[in-house]
Each structure stands twice: as C-alpha cells, then as structure tokens.
C-alpha cells in the first residue's frame, strides 16, 4: 500500500519551533528528490523546500528559507522538516511528497501546523 504519513504538527507559540515527519512508501520515496509542500486555509499547496534524492542542494521558497531546514534519512524512507522562528503566516496543514509528478501517487493527511501570535 503506498503512504505518506506525516506528523509532528500542532499548535504552538510565534517564534517557537517545531520538526515534521513524513514516512514514505519506498516507491515514492527512493531515487526521489523529496518535498514539503503546505497549504493555508483558503489557498493552494504549494512547495516550500525540497531535497535531492541524495540528501543534497536543499532549496527552499522565500518565506521560509533561513528558518526551515529540511533533511532526509535514506534508510528510513524518512523526510524531515525542522522549522524554528515559527510566524502566524507558518500556520497551514504540511504535507510530504516525491518533488516529481510523475512519481507521486497521491497525498497523505498530512499534519497541522497552527502558529499563534
């Protein structure tokens, strides 16, 4: 059964910090480069960061770079996304997925990132 199983989200403080978890299913996640995407209330997903399926060339979008760090663990089939300085604006459900199209195969529940001010 192919997952996306993502979690380390909730409701926290501006300026606290938080790390997600995504667990994928090997065929999405090997030879992968993977994302994280999030989407606001109201708006579309987008990405926000992605990494090389070799761990490598981190990118990240405007709003969060110098603030979000996003890591992987090839053995584990695992992406993570470490967020510190965290703004109301952060607040959104995030979601883990293969960067590709062509080798994502649909998309987790994702998790709850709800920052305060």
């Known amino acids: 059964q192919v997952q996306l199983v993502e979690s380390g989200g909730g409701l926290v403080q501006a300026g606290d910090s938080l790390t997600l978890s995504c667990v994928a299913s090997?065929?999405?996640?090997?030879?992968?480069?993977m994302g994280w995407y999030r989407q606001a209330p109201g708006k579309q997903r987008v990405i926000i960061a992605s990494?090389?399926?070799?761990?490598?060339?981190?990118s990240y979008v405007g709003a969060v770079a110098g603030r979000f760090t996003i890591s992987r663990d090839n053995a584990k089939n695992t992406v993570y996304l470490q967020m510190n300085s965290l703004k109301p604006e952060d607040t959104a459900v995030y979601y883990c997925?293969?960067?590709?199209?062509?080798?994502?195969?649909?998309w987790g529940q994702g998790t709850q990132v709800t920052v305060s001010s």
């Open positions: 997925n293969a960067v590709s199209p062509a080798r994502q195969k649909g």
């Open positions: 090997e065929i999405i996640f090997k030879d992968s480069a």
């Open positions: 990494i090389t399926a070799g761990g490598l060339s981190p």
